[in-house]
C-alpha cells in the first residue's frame, strides 16, 4: 500500500505559480498511475491531471490544459503539478491520488493541500 503526503500549496496572486509536490512513500511509485484532483468550496471534487507509470502519457481537464504540467520523478518516489497562469477559479484543496494500473479506480488519496488564488 502506498502513502502520499502533498506538499507546495499557499496563497498566489492571480497570474502567479506554484509547484505541487506529492511524495510517496511504501511502496514503489513506479507501480502506479498518478493523478491530481481538486475541490473548490461548495463544490465536488474534479479531476485535474493524470500521468502514467511510465511517465510518457499525460491528460489534463481542459479547464487547466496548457497552464498545468503533470510530471513525475520515480527515482524520487514523487509526482509534481507545476501550475502556472493561476486563476481565483483555481482555488481549492489539491489532492494527489495514486491507481495501481494505468486505468482504474483511484485507490489511494492523500490529504490534500490548500491553494489560494487571490485576484
Known amino acids: 500500500q502506498v502513502q502520499l503526503v502533498e506538499s507546495g500549496g499557499g496563497l498566489v496572486q492571480a497570474g502567479g505559480s506554484l509547484r505541487l509536490s506529492c511524495a510517496a512513500s511504501?511502496?514503489?511509485?513506479?507501480?502506479?498511475?498518478m493523478g491530481w484532483f481538486r475541490q473548490a468550496p461548495g463544490k465536488e471534487r474534479e479531476f485535474a491531471a493524470r500521468?502514467?507509470?511510465?511517465?510518457?502519457?499525460?491528460f489534463y481537464a481542459d479547464s487547466v490544459k496548457g497552464r498545468f504540467t503533470i510530471s513525475r520523478d520515480n527515482a524520487k518516489n514523487t509526482v509534481y503539478l507545476q501550475m502556472n497562469s493561476l486563476k481565483p477559479e483555481d482555488t481549492a484543496v489539491y489532492y494527489c491520488?495514486?491507481?495501481?494500473?494505468?486505468?482504474?479506480?483511484?485507490?489511494?488519496w492523500g490529504q490534500g493541500t490548500q491553494v489560494t488564488v487571490s485576484s
Open positions: 491520488a495514486a491507481r495501481y494500473v494505468d486505468a482504474g479506480p483511484w485507490g489511494y
Open positions: 500521468i502514467s507509470r511510465s511517465g510518457i502519457s499525460t
Open positions: 511504501g511502496r514503489t511509485l513506479s507501480s502506479y498511475g
